[in-house]
């Protein structure tokens, strides 16, 4: 059975920073791309970030470039979004998912294109 367990959310000021963990289990981990997902009360959910299975590839939306930072440990099965100079409008509930590519070096934003999900991690930015 597949889980992703997101973790590392809280509530921080504005300026601040967060990381948040994901942890998988059930898969070969290293067969899959990885993305950080977000949805704020009301709103669609968004691409935040993705990374190659390789790692050597990523993606970011325009909103988070510069401030966040995708990685990923493929011996620990986890990856991580190192937020810094959070704002308020990152406030969301964010979430992991896992794409099987066959290509190693391939990064995928849509969300549609993967295959689990995490419960997903609350973040609270204060102005």
């Known amino acids: 059975q597949v889980q992703l367990v997101e973790s590392g959310g809280g509530l921080v000021q504005a300026g601040g920073s967060l990381r948040l963990s994901c942890a998988a289990s059930?898969?070969?981990?290293?067969?899959?791309?990885m993305g950080w997902f977000r949805q704020a009360p009301g709103k669609e959910r968004e691409s935040v970030a993705a990374?190659?299975?390789?790692?050597?590839?990523?993606y970011y939306a325009d909103s988070v470039k510069g401030r966040f930072t995708i990685s990923r440990d493929n011996a620990k099965n986890t990856v991580y979004l190192q937020m810094n100079s959070l704002k308020p409008e990152d406030t969301a509930v964010y979430s992991c998912?896992?794409?099987?590519?066959?290509?190693?070096?391939?990064?995928?934003?849509?969300?549609?294109?993967?295959?689990?999900w995490g419960q997903g991690t609350q973040v609270t930015v204060s102005s």
């Open positions: 059930g898969l070969t981990f290293s067969s899959y791309a």
């Open positions: 998912a896992a794409d099987r590519t066959l290509d190693s070096a391939t990064v995928v934003s849509a969300s549609y294109f993967y295959d689990y």
């Open positions: 990374i190659s299975r390789s790692g050597t590839r990523n």
